[in-house]
């Protein structure tokens, strides 16, 4: 059975990013999915200098193991004055050291990028941003989806009917890149 790794980027407890990827694993089945939250990972600011004295903090011992058993991925990922919030690119940063150009972290397997906000933009500006950087770390980037209006457009744990065939398009394309029987 293939297995998707979720990642959500959220460093807050009651994150309408995470909701919205909750209800993406919903709508995948026949796959085995695994979690890795930036709430639980607790990483020092990256610098070469740390990395010089300390290594590399043992929490990707734990970490690595989901990122290379995973088939595909699946990245809500919240936006921050346009951007990533910086915990998830200190992340991004720690996770260039562990892995290399030869064998990078996603190993060119699919992701979907998803983002949600209370504002029209629904992390648009971040996902674009994400596209463009997260091929460096071996992500194929298969679609994106953001969802603007949060607290209108998603209710009762439902999308919006005129929002869904996006949303459908999106999971469909992670999907069939990761070939779920």
């Known amino acids: ?8 980027a959220s460093n807050r407890a009651e994150s309408i990013n995470a909701e919205l990827l909750n209800y993406a694993v919903k709508h995948i089945s026949n796959v085995e999915v695994s979690a890795l939250n930036m709430q639980d990972v607790k990483l020092p600011f990256y610098n070469q200098d740390l990395e010089a004295s300390d290594g590399i903090p043992s929490l990707f011992e734990s970490i690595r193991p989901l990122l290379d058993s995973a088939d595909g ?8 004055n346009g951007l990533m919030p910086a915990e998830f690119k200190n992340f991004l940063d720690w996770l260039s050291r562990v892995y290399t150009r030869e064998k990078p972290a996603f190993g060119g397997k699919p992701m979907l990028l998803i983002s949600t906000s209370p504002g029209e933009n629904g992390g648009a500006t971040n996902l674009a941003t ?3 950087l997260l091929p ?9 989806y953001s969802l603007g209006n949060f607290y209108q457009t998603f209710e009762q744990d439902k999308i919006s009917e005129q929002e869904h065939a996006a949303f459908s398009t999106a999971i469909n394309n992670l999907t069939t890149a990761v070939n779920v029987g």
Do not use: D, F
């Open 130 to 132: 994400l596209a463009r």
């Open 136 to 144: 460096w770390q071996g992500a194929n980037i298969v679609a994106s």
């Open 1 to 8: 059975m293939k297995t998707i790794l979720t990642i959500s």
């Open 73 to 80: 991925y699946i990245l809500a990922c919240p936006e921050h």
